[in-house]
């Protein structure tokens, strides 16, 4: 990892819901030093040096963002990292199912969390290229309409939900790294 990169992990956290498959999302809240403010993602954040590796890091995250428990839950693995396009930030994605219902509990970095279908994720219709603000500026960016109310899935998010589709697309019965150098 370059050394200007900063790592972070995010927790994907799947859930069964009526036999279909469900994903977590947050919605970040507003704040000016923020640079992720108001998108939405993934529960997680920036590693802290009391942390014991990434996946720690995406497991404490999402227990202070969301108030879930991770322990309970299985992990599945882990997806290749992303770096950041627009800042120095190298992503960990782990990726979890709950074998029992959880409810949310907010901290005041998260503006909502909500439940979405995978394939409803999938659909052609809600695959856009959408104008989203980053740093000031304005970018064309891949994205996905998830509601017309919220703001567009995009960036980081964006990329390591694709990579995640690419494996469940591939039919390959192959395990995630549980490991990856940084």
């Known amino acids: 990892m370059s050394g200007d990169q900063k790592p972070a992990a995010v927790a994907l956290i799947l859930r069964e819901k009526a036999s279909a498959m469900e994903l977590l999302f947050i919605e970040r809240a507003r704040h000016p030093r923020d640079p992720w403010s108001g998108n939405i993602g993934l529960p997680g954040g920036r590693m802290d040096p009391r942390d014991a590796d990434l996946r720690q890091t995406a497991e404490r995250e999402t227990m202070e963002e969301v108030g879930i428990d991770l322990a ?22 782990f990726v979890y199912h709950l074998l029992q219902p959880v409810q949310p509990v ?77």
């Open 106 to 182: 907010l901290s005041h970095e998260i503006h909502d969390a909500f439940w979405f279908g995978l394939e409803e994720l999938w659909q052609p219709q809600r695959q856009v290229t959408a104008a989203v603000h980053f740093g000031g500026r304005s970018l064309e960016a891949p994205a996905i309409q998830l509601h017309p109310q919220r703001p567009v899935l995009w960036g980081i998010t964006y990329r390591l939900l694709s990579q995640f589709r690419q494996v469940l697309m591939s039919g390959k019965q192959q395990p995630l790294p549980s490991t990856l150098p940084l």
């Open 72 to 93: 309970t839950a299985v992990c599945l693995g882990r997806l290749s990292d992303v770096v950041g396009a627009n800042l120095p930030v190298r992503v960990s994605c």
